[in-house]
């Protein structure tokens, strides 16, 4: 589900392809993360050369799957590139032990989650109806999820209605349509998760080119990734990275803390102490997000700085199931203390 393709050599080795050869450096983190076993923490603390071996093959043409010493076959420009990572023995067993380990907290924390329901399959004789931006966006605003599933399932074109909606210029109705989005295409990835996957895809990639409109696409990852976390949750990685920018920070810190509503455990194995700093940001509505997201994953670590927040005043408004819901900082600040405390009486 990653960026690249990726796989396994019965060697240990893992391998990535990067078939246009310009972005190798995210390949390799692609494959260091896999070779991981997706622990972010584990791949950035390693080293090459002391804890995994690498290589590359230049001139890889994915579709042939051959190399092309020319750089040129039947008119085409072959740049693909094969990286290879081999991690030294103990580092690949300190891996799979935290793997085991991850299965087995996860297994505990979200015993339902391997209960999501398959989509039933729709009668091939059925009558298909076609897609229209009217239509998705009026069946989006009267909340028609069953309506939208089976819309997508008739007309692939569905998705891109749906996604166009996230351009809307009034931020409520943004919130709506991504709430819209998440709980649609939980649905439909019983089905077509590549699908899903793709569309998760074109949203981050909005996000990083600054030339495009990335309007709701770190609502509509955060919504998708809530609905169906056990298939998705390793994208929720990517989005630490535009926690730091003005423009998508507030959005990013309430999709964290939406996800950690649904799986804490994914955004606890991320560096979530470099949020800290928003705990005392001048704007409110920062504070009370990144004081809900460490609520949600139990920062126990960071109690003693909510605790200085309960007495904060400041009014924010905090997006619920496309709902908006006005509260202060001291209020989630006590909420988010009162479930770090009951996780600690549990344990």
Partial sequence: MGEFPVGRCSCGAVYTSDATGFNVGAAMVDCLVYACAENWELAWDLLPGDDYLTGRIERYDEQGHQVVETGNLDGRIIRGVLYFIRLHKDISDLARSLQEKKTVEQSAAAPESAGFMLEPERDPKRVKRRASKEMVRSMAEDRDISGLVDLCFDDKRTVRFLQRLLFDPDPGKR?????????????????????????????????????????????????????????????????????????????????????????????????????????????????????????????KELQSHIEKLVVDPAHLVVYEDGEPHRTDVGSLAREALAIIRDQGEKK
């Fill in 175 to 299: 919130w709506l349509f991504a709430y819209v989005m998440g709980q649609v295409f939980g649905r439909v990835s019983t089905r077509l998760p590549g699908m899903v996957s793709d569309l998760l895809h074109r949203l981050f990639e909005s996000c990083a080119d600054s030339a495009s409109a990335n309007w709701g696409a770190i609502e509509a990852i955060g919504e998708i990734i809530r609905a169906r976390p056990d298939l998705y949750g390793p994208f929720s990685g990517h989005l630490m990275a535009f926690a730091g920018s003005p423009l998508m920070r507030l959005e990013t810190l309430w999709a964290l803390g939406t996800i950690a509503g649904a799986r804490p455990e994914l955004i606890r194995a991320m560096p979530f102490y470099k949020l800290s700093g928003y705990l005392v940001h001048e704007d409110p509505s920062l504070r009370g997000h990144v004081v809900r997201l460490y609520g949600r994953i139990r920062a």
